[in-house]
């Protein structure tokens, strides 16, 4: 093996190393914390506090979401030593290449070219189709739990990674920029999916029920880091609203969008 190709594995070790960590690590930690020694306490602390997923389901997504993470992991650690090589991305590295205002505003577009092509793909994988034989996997767990964030039919995740590595060939940003937007775009799904109640002190992403009722009652709240898109297309829940339990297997053909 070559200086080049050791540099790539070792780059890709790296990303899957602390994708892993971070998932079973700090997934694990959260999940045992709640749902293991707090469980009886669940009124406390649970945004579903009478809803769990059976032990076979956490089983589920802990895989099916281990897989997909170690998947993106190693695209992610292939594009890094790309650029590391210094192949085509529109990232840079010298932090005053574009003045400092643009350190901050850059990070603010990535935020929502992010934001809008999750919002859009999310929608239309509630198309009757593409629900039935992809997304319906990520919509079997009602009750989600921290491993469920990654834990979708492996074709949705290489489309939801393609929306989060889209702003490197739109958007000039700093790498450490753009990798502070991907950690933020991690956690954010981390949280959303934890099942545990948490407030969220920025603007249209007040808290993670927004997600949590995503699960509960599908054909709706599809936006990932804010509720921008949602509002803009009607798509938030209305409370006056009933969502019949047989939408989610008649995929979108009853949603209000
Ligand atoms: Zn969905
Ligand atoms: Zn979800």
């Keep these: 093996m070559g200086e080049t190709g050791g540099t790539t594995w070792m780059t890709v070790g790296i990303s899957v190393g602390v994708s892993l960590v971070t998932f079973w ?4 930690l959260v999940h ?39 998947m993106g992991a190693v695209i992610g650690g292939l594009f ?30 990535t935020y929502f070219v992010i934001d809008a092509g999750l919002y859009y793909s999310h929608r239309a994988l509630h198309g009757r189709w593409l629900f039935r034989h992809v997304h319906r996997w990520h ?9 469920t964030t990654t834990a979708v039919h492996p074709i949705e995740f290489l489309v939801f990674q393609a929306f989060v590595m889209l702003p490197v060939v739109v958007v000039p940003v700093h790498w450490a920029v753009y990798l502070l ?7 954010i799904g981390m949280i ?3 099942g545990v109640i948490v407030r969220w002190p920025l603007p249209l992403h007040p808290g993670n029920q927004f997600h949590d009722d995503h699960h509960v009652f599908v054909h709706c709240n599809y936006g990932h880091h804010t509720q921008v898109f949602d509002r803009l297309h009607g798509t938030v ?19 209000p969008a």
Excluded: C
């Excluded at 590391?84 to 990232?91: D, N, Y």
């Excluded at 209305?238 to 949603?255: K, M, Q, S, T, W």
């Design 25 to 28: 690590g700090l997934g694990g």
């Design 32 to 70: 045992w914390w709640f749902y293991v020694h707090r469980r009886a306490d669940a009124e406390r602390w649970k945004v579903q506090p009478r809803r769990f997923l059976s032990r076979a389901m956490v089983r589920h997504a802990f895989a099916l979401g281990s897989f997909n993470i170690v």
């Design 80 to 109: 890094a030593s790309h650029v590391a090589r210094g192949g085509w991305s529109t990232l840079y590295s010298d932090p005053l290449e574009h003045g400092v205002p643009w350190l901050l505003a850059s990070a603010v577009a």
């Design 139 to 147: 919509h079997r767990y009602t009750a989600p739990v921290i491993f």
């Design 181 to 187: 937007v991907v950690a933020y775009t991690y956690l």
């Design 192 to 194: 959303d999916h934890s």
């Design 237 to 255: 829940r209305a409370n006056d609203r009933r969502y019949a339990d047989d939408e989610l297997g008649e995929g979108a053909r009853r949603g």
